[in-house]
């Protein structure tokens, strides 16, 4: 069950309206790595937890966080979107400043939702479902929220600097500090699994099953060899399970795959002439 606080989790009050910016700050709010997604992510992650404990809590707490910068970003985009140019806009455009606006404005925010923000990203794609992870392994989902706030910090870095709006600095200053506290429990957490599990995911499947002979080859498929320089190719693994080493364009493994041919009612090409010896073209062809 959740309750609804009616204060703001922190203030989102800019000095000035910009709906450019309104536009721009729908990327945190509704982007593939905004606001809705980590808190979709993170509560769905807590409810399949099959139990209670430390986790689970931790999932709980910072979705339900998380919801609380949802309606922090709702509130600085319908404040930023105040004296949007609505009406007559062939009229308004006339105005040199006022023409601006409208070429970077997004016209839903006038048409679509009112002068208020939308589930959706700065260009428009709404968001969805696809964006979340919520995969039942704890280890695989904290790495997957490490990534998460790692990319939504990068994101409101950025927003940060593209606006000279002390209010919306500071509230962007705000969400910064927390994406710091929360890459750092992710990180925390990742590490007290990983001391419990060992750090490949899933850590209980039986190693008699896997083809354990490439299991700590690092193979070279590109050209250069600058790759055999790193950690990844040579000492002991992070699991302590195994010893790096580095093989460069290997060989395949595998045949050349060959396919039976389709039945006839499929109509494909016939066998016969996939199988046909290709002329021979002359070189002043070629």
């Known amino acids: 069950m959740f309750y609804h606080v009616k204060e703001l989790q922190y203030h989102a009050k800019p000095e000035r309206p ?4 309104a536009t721009q700050l729908q990327e945190v ?4 790595f905004g606001e809705i997604s980590v808190a979709m992510q993170y509560l769905f992650q807590g409810w399949s937890v099959r139990g209670d404990g430390k986790y689970r809590d931790l999932l709980m707490d910072t979705g339900t966080e998380e919801l609380a910068h949802i309606e922090m970003l709702a ?5 930023l979107l105040d004296g949007a140019p609505v009406g007559d806009l062939e009229t308004a455009a006339k105005n040199p400043i006022i023409g ?8 839903q925010h ?12 700065s260009v428009g794609n709404r968001w969805t479902a696809d964006y979340i992870i919520a995969s039942g392994n704890l280890l695989a989902d904290f790495r997957a929220n490490l990534n998460a706030e790692s990319q939504g910090r990068l994101q ?18 705000w969400l910064i500090a927390r994406d710091t506290m929360h890459q750092n429990q992710w990180i925390a957490a990742i590490r007290e699994l990983e001391s419990k599990e060992n750090v490949v995911v899933p850590s209980t499947f039986p190693k008699s099953l896997e083809k354990r002979e490439v299991a700590y080859t690092l193979f070279n498929y590109s050209q250069g060899n600058a790759s055999a320089e790193g950690p990844w190719a040579h000492g002991m693994a992070p699991d302590g399970e195994g010893v790096f080493n580095y093989v460069e364009y290997p060989a395949p493994f595998g045949d050349v795959p060959k396919l039976n041919p389709a039945p ?23």
């Open 18 to 21: 910009d709906p450019i910016f």
């Open 29 to 32: 709010l509704g982007g593939q």
């Open 75 to 79: 509130t600085m985009i319908a404040r």
């Open 100 to 107: 601006a606006i409208l070429g970077g404005m997004n016209p």
């Open 110 to 121: 006038a048409i679509v939702s009112g002068l208020g923000a939308m589930p959706a990203d």
């Open 156 to 173: 409101v870095c950025r927003l940060y600097e593209m606006t000279n709006d002390r209010g919306v600095k500071d509230m962007l200053s």
């Open 264 to 286: 006839p009612n499929i109509f494909n090409t016939p066998p016969a002439v996939l199988n046909a010896n290709t002329e021979t073209i002359p070189p002043n062809l070629c």
